[in-house]
């Protein structure tokens, strides 16, 4: 019994593989629906990079503008927001968006969610986003 604790101890201070290392930074975009997706990441570096019809007014934010985006994050209470919420009303083409904060993902389908929105709208002005 003594023998499984020290290994058990052991496993716990070993370092992760890469495969199983968690996500960081962030990312945002729309998904479903019938219109083009798109996705945006900044990364902890404050790297900038968006893939589909959009574009970034800026390729890099500075440290303080991560912080600011993970402060946003916090006071709106994103790591207690449903991973998935469909709004009453929304019609089922209508796309969904999404917010990843750390290995968390939030989806949205619908505008119901206040608190989630001021995440998205943070993240958006952050990097200038403009719909293309």
């Given at each position: ?8 101890a ?8 890469s ?43 500075t ?16 790591g207690?927001?449903p ?13 969904a ?6 290995p968390?993902?939030v ?19 952050a ?6």
């Open positions: 019994m003594r023998m499984l604790a020290v290994l058990l052991a496993a716990a201070i070993l370092p992760a593989s495969a199983a290392s968690p996500q960081r930074g962030f990312a945002f975009g729309r998904v479903g629906g019938n219109i083009v997706p798109f996705a945006v990441t900044v990364g902890n570096d404050g790297r900038v990079s968006a893939t589909g019809p959009v574009t970034t007014g800026r390729t890099r934010l440290q303080l503008q991560v912080a600011n985006l993970n402060r946003v994050a916090t006071t709106n209470g994103f207690s927001m991973a998935v919420t469909s709004c009453p009303g929304t019609l089922p083409d209508v796309a968006t999404f917010v990843r904060v750390g968390r993902t989806r949205v389908h619908g505008s119901c969610v206040a608190r989630y929105q001021r995440v998205w709208n943070a993240l958006g002005h990097v200038k986003i403009t719909y293309g």
